[in-house]
């Protein structure tokens, strides 16, 4: 791939707001094919393209990007002995030396979180991808999370929802709905996502059953301003009654968030 076809295709993928990595060769020293100036763009689910002199290295670069999701920028070392110098990265290599690659993050999309993989929460998933989400579908139920849900999220997570810290990341970019099946844990998720860092927090419900729910985590002592931050009922009123209705008026609010509108 030359240079004009690698900037279309990087140009293209961040106009469609995909989750996109590049990482760059600064220095190299031994015999490894690893060059100064060579890139790799790492999206999440696309192949990479580009050039890291492929091999052990490459291969490395990719696995940690797509493991880890880092943010911002950082220069790395890789060792390219199994007993070279210390480095971020040790590989089973015999070239000798060290690579140095800057790896940053070009673009995020930002990270919503369904908390409970239901009828809504698939729907939910599905137009959230369609719309640069990254989605996370998260649920305690293993027949659930068994079936095919790739086109409802990136990723699935079987949990208990007894920690979720542990499995959301937490911060300015991070959307959650709590949508727990038969509503069973949406008190017990909301507690734990009130007092963490969220772009947006929203929880599914009648204004009955939301009541009740902020009602007794008042006496947990929980104030006004905290209960605030979520957004129940979720979505925009429009009187929507199926699964597909109810992710559209979801999605609307989510995208307004997003946008920094504020409600019409």
């Not at 060059?35 to 940690?64: R, T, Y």
């Not at 301003?225 to 429009?238: K, T, V």
């Amino acid at each position: 791939m030359n240079n004009n076809d690698y900037y279309h295709k990087l140009s293209t993928l961040l106009e469609n707001q995909v989750s996109l990595w590049q990482a760059s060769v600064v220095d190299s020293d031994g015999s490894s094919p690893a060059k100064s100036g060579m890139k790799l763009a790492i999206p999440l689910q696309e192949a990479p393209f580009g050039n890291l002199g492929g091999g052990e290295l490459e291969h490395k670069v990719i696995d940690f990007i797509r493991d880890t999701k880092p943010d911002g920028a950082k220069l790395y070392s890789f060792s390219l002995s199994p007993d070279g110098a210390a480095a971020d990265f040790n590989t089973s290599m015999i070239c000798g030396g060290k690579v140095s690659v800057y790896i940053e993050a070009l673009h995020l999309a930002q990270r919503l979180y369904i908390i409970g993989a239901g009828h809504c929460g698939k729907a939910l998933g599905q137009l959230a991808k369609l719309c640069g989400f990254y989605v996370c579908l998260i649920d305690n139920r293993q027949e659930i999370l068994s079936e095919d849900l790739s086109d409802s999220s990136h990723e699935t997570v079987l949990h208990d929802y007894s920690n979720l810290p542990e499995v959301i990341a937490f911060g300015t970019g991070t959307y959650v709905v709590i949508m727990t099946h038969g509503h069973l844990h949406d008190k017990a998720v909301l507690e734990q996502c009130l007092r963490q860092e969220t772009a947006y927090l929203g929880m599914i419900g009648s204004k009955n059953k939301i009541a009740q729910t902020y009602a007794k985590l008042q006496e947990k002592g929980f104030t006004e301003a905290e209960l605030s931050r979520c957004h129940a009922p979720i979505g925009i009123p429009i009187g929507s009654q199926t699964p597909y209705e109810v992710a559209v008026s979801i999605m609307a609010e989510l995208i307004m968030q997003r946008s920094g509108r504020s409600a019409f």
